[in-house]
């Protein structure tokens, strides 16, 4: 019971890396890899490639020995001819230095790569040529792996059920010597139980393999290709195809063109009337067979895709039959939507003739509508402008009535304050009054603060106004009984529509420069706009003006 509970619990911990993965999932995985395949092939040649540059011109015989294996072992199953001429390299090799061992392991390599490339004569003597008890023990797996792949290839062209016992005979001797350790005979113990139709404990098994093995791990293909082996022996038709899919994506992402998988899922499409999947996947199988050169998996899927085959081109004639119906309708279809067209082309031109008519008129009336509203706004403004223009003029007018009356009693007092002086003959006196700025200056700062009044009369919130348009640290705080300050009375002229530098100099009695520099610091201090500044200075007050 325990053995049962920890069997379930091996599985449901392997399984859930699968299971997330739908069989859709996967297909599309296996699809986007097809579609890539020359890529990964590209990126395995360029590894040999790199591989190759770095090799040295001094090394020894064994070294060289090793890194023609190397290179045999990455083309063995990517191009079997290619592996075949490094193999022949280690075989010189080996006799050159008389080395037994090394001379067995090469004929070994070179016995797999002859009979998966139809050169079955040349391996089975190969193979009669190696005394088994003169070979060392390391060789051993190596001397029964080639003879069971042997049988393997050669079954392809013969159903015998001798070359089925053979295979069976060797796996078993492959078994007794390999180490109980590794995954080699972990996954060749598998297979004898399959190949024995046991089922449930190896699929248990490859299950729990599965989940310890990476996909670009060589042996995660053959892993889950036994799945969808046992799949198919218990029937479950998903499980196969999900399996068999993993094995062929994982073999195509290695650049492995000796594979199984496609063929194997191919039939799987074929089965459930999928021709045009399974098409395709035959044709990238027999594409990497003839790729590697390996003859015995050609045999394999010349049947194969000549069934499928078949059925795709009747496929493939039934739809053109249905093809040319389809065109015949569509045709007759295009022709009365063509009149339909025409028709409703007639009348749509009435209709555009119509709303272009439409569409002219109230585009005159719209037109004579915004000159209406221009013309309003601008008889609007112009009679805000002479509103304000004829309250300035009357302010001002009768202040300056006042203010010349005012000064004219003052410059009669000043004369006949002189004339005195002068009757009296007091001329030192006269010379001082003269000489003396304090009566102009008492003068020029009661018209300052007369200007002040008036302008202040007619923009009461001018200096309120005016701070918020400066920064909250940079506005005008004035003075105990100060009504306005030099920089306020500069902008005060500007909102009367004196904007000339010099003529406001000359009326506050400063230089020019002076000025010019209270206008520009003002300007930087703006919380607006630099350029809007002084034109929405102008602006104050006429809001109250309209009202």
Known sequence: ??????????????????????????????????????????????RIANFKKIKS??????????????????????????AIQYVKKNIKIAEELQNKELFNLAQLQLVTLYSSSGKYRESEAILKSINKKNLAASLLPNY???????FEHYAANSYSP???????????????????NTLDYQINRIQQDIFNKKFDGPRKQLLTLLGKTKEDNPQYAMITYLLGKIAEATHDLESRKKYY????????????????????????????????????????AIEDALYCNVQFRTLLMSEVYSIINTVYLEREAQRKSELQIYLLCISLLSLFLIVAVIYVYIQMKKVSRIRSELYE???????????????????????????????????????????????????????????KKATAKQFDEIYKI???????????????????????????????????????????????????NTELR????????ITDSVKIAAFLRYSLSTIYNYRTRARNKAAVSRNDFEEMVMKIGSKALKV
Do not use: W
């Open 162 to 180: 001798e070359y089925r016992s053979q295979i069976g005979k060797y796996r078993d001797s492959l078994l007794g010597v390999l180490n109980p």
């Open 57 to 82: 011109d001094n090394l020894t015989k064994e070294q060289e020995y090793n890194y023609n294996k190397t290179l045999y072992l990455e083309y063995q199953k990517l191009n079997s001819d290619s």
């Open 434 to 484: 003269l000489k003396s700025t304090t009566l102009v200056d008492n003068e020029l700062e009661e018209l300052y603060k007369n200007f002040d009044i008036i302008f202040l009369n007619l923009y009461p919130t001018f200096v309120k106004d005016f701070n918020a348009l400066l920064i909250p640290e940079e506005q005008i705080v004035l003075k105990q009984n100060e009504l306005l």
């Open 490 to 497: 500069i902008f005060a002229l500007i909102r009367l529509g």
């Open 245 to 284: 899919a993993l094995s062929a994506t994982s073999d195509i992402k290695n650049a492995n063109k000796d594979n199984a998988s496609l063929q194997e899922l191919a039939l799987v499409f074929y089965e459930i009337g999928d021709v045009d999947m399974a098409y395709k996947l035959t044709q990238s």
């Open 361 to 419: 008129t109230s585009q005159k009336l719209a037109e004579l509508n915004k000159d209406i509203t221009e013309t309003n706004s601008q008889l609007q403004e112009s009679n805000l402008q002479l509103s304000e223009s004829n309250l300035v003029k009357e302010e001002y007018i009768a202040h300056f009535f006042n203010l010349c009356s005012t000064y004219i009693n003052k410059l009669e007092n000043y004369r006949i304050i002189l004339n």
């Open 144 to 150: 029964y792996f080639s003879y069971r792949e042997f």
């Open 1 to 46: 019971m325990k053995n049962l509970f920890l069997s379930v619990f091996i599985v449901l911990i392997s399984f859930p890396l699968f299971a997330s993965e739908s069989t859709d999932v996967i297909l599309k995985e296996l699809n986007e890899a097809i579609k890539n395949k020359q890529h990964y092939v590209k990126i395995k040649e360029e």
